[in-house]
Structure formats: structure tokens, C-alpha cells
T-cell receptor, first 115, second 112 residues
Framework: EAGVAQSPRYKIIEKRQSVAFWCNPISGHATLYWYQQILGQGPKLLIQFQNNGVVDDSQLPKDRFSAERLKGVDSTLKIQPAKLEDSAVYLC?????????????FGPGTRLTVT | SQQGEEDPQALSIQEGENATMNCSYKTSINNLQWYRQNSGRGLVHLILIRSNEREKHSGRLRVTLDTSKKSSSLLITASRAADTASYFCATDAGMNTGKLIFGQGTTLQVKP
């Protein structure tokens, strides 16, 4: 089966600019996650969707970050305006539906550099 | 916030040796998972151990879980250069959301 797709793979922007990332999860995976991974750290969950509804966005900086998953399939994460500290890899992951013991499948990530 | 702390932060061994990484966490869990990350393949799931399990094996991997000590260990036996990567533990608190909290990771270098 095809994996989680993300684009772009790399993005360089100046501070105060805006940027958007796209993710297409594995077909049939109802749960989608966006993570931020700063160099040298583990991934930190930003937002979790179940179909097109938000399950958890407690760690999303809502003054500058937004995310949507309108049709319950692909998703976009936007940063506006970007700050230097937003430089990180943004990972998208998906998980099969249900409450069983399931792992997450990760995309290759988008490496963002804010200058 | 990060729940897990991993030890050591970095580990360097020779090919053929065993590598052991430890993970400690703070709150009750439903299951604990280990992931590997390298530049070539991104973040990949390795193994999942449920809270009622104490040990699990998968190929050259052995994971233990001690819920009384809130700790887990990952053992890679007969390591290979291809095992060079960062390894992360991730805890699932079991809120039926599948939400994972990742540790800081252990960077493993296996020298040929």
C-alpha cells in the first residue's frame, strides 16, 4: 500500500512569511496527526484529526498555526506569520481506525527553515 | 511536553555488538512503542508492547516493559551498520485516540 505522502520536502522562507504543508494519509486511515520535530528532539504532536474533526489541538500555537482536513482525507498545515523558532521538520502521520493497539505511519516530513 | 526520557542520549558501538536503550516515562500508559528514524526512511515503527506485557521480541529486537518502574528498554542484538539511526520511545496513554508522546531519543552509531 502507498505510504503517507507529504509535500514539499523542503521549504526555506523568511520570518513573517506564510507557508503551507500538505499531507495525504494512507487510504482508509481515519486518524491523521501533525507533529513538529525540532533538531535533536522527539516529535511533538501539534494536532490530531479523526476524519475531518479535531480531536486534540492543545499544543498547536493557534495564533499562527492552523490546520484543516476538509474532506476527511488529505490535510494542510499553515503557519502565518512564521518565526525563526518554527524551523523544524513537520511530520504527518496516520493510523488505522479503531481503538486497538495500532502504530502510526509517518510521512517523510517537510523540513522548514525560517531565516 | 515530552513524557519519555531516554538514556543514553548517544551510543556508539562496533558492528556485531548489542545495543541497549532505556526509556522512562511519567504517567500510566496503555502501550509503549519504539520507532527508528534515519535520513533515508524517516520515522518507522519497530515494535509495540502493551501495558500488560513484560517482554516482546521481533527479529533482533527485544523490548521489555516494567510498569511499576515506568520504564522500558530496547535491545538490538548483533547490530549492523544499517542500524545506525535515532531511536524513540513513544507512550500511548490509552485515551482511545492513539495519541503518542515521544521521548527525546537515543542516537545510535554502529561502526563497521
Amino acid at each position: 500500500e502507498a505510504g503517507v505522502a507529504q509535500s514539499p520536502r523542503y521549504k526555506i522562507i523568511e520570518k513573517r512569511q506564510s507557508v503551507a504543508f500538505w499531507c495525504n494519509p494512507i487510504s482508509g486511515h481515519a486518524t491523521l496527526y501533525w507533529y513538529q520535530q525540532i533538531l535533536g528532539q522527539g516529535p511533538k504532536l501539534l494536532i490530531q484529526f479523526q476524519n475531518n474533526g479535531v480531536v486534540d489541538d492543545s499544543q498547536l500555537p493557534k495564533d499562527r498555526f492552523s490546520a484543516e482536513r476538509l474532506k476527511g482525507v488529505d490535510s494542510t498545515l499553515k503557519i502565518q506569520p512564521a518565526k525563526l523558532e518554527d524551523s523544524a521538520v513537520y511530520l504527518c502521520a496516520s493510523r488505522r481506525p479503531g481503538t486497538g493497539f495500532y502504530e502510526q505511519y509517518f510521512g517523510p516530513g517537510t523540513r522548514l527553515t525560517v531565516t | 511536553s515530552q513524557q519519555g526520557e531516554e538514556d543514553p542520549q548517544a551510543l556508539s558501538i562496533q558492528e556485531g555488538e548489542n545495543a541497549t536503550m532505556n526509556c522512562s516515562y511519567k504517567t500510566s500508559i496503555n502501550n509503549l512503542q519504539w520507532y527508528r528514524q534515519n535520513s533515508g526512511r524517516g520515522l518507522v515503527h519497530l515494535i509495540l508492547i502493551r501495558s500488560n506485557e513484560r517482554e516482546k521480541h521481533s527479529g533482533r529486537l527485544r523490548v521489555t516493559l516494567d510498569t511499576s518502574k515506568k520504564s522500558s528498554s530496547l535491545l538490538i542484538t548483533a547490530s549492523r551498520a544499517a542500524d545506525t539511526a535515532s531511536y524513540f520511545c513513544a507512550t500511548d496513554a490509552g485515551m482511545n485516540t492513539g495519541k503518542l508522546i515521544f521521548g527525546q531519543g537515543t542516537t545510535l552509531q554502529v561502526k563497521p
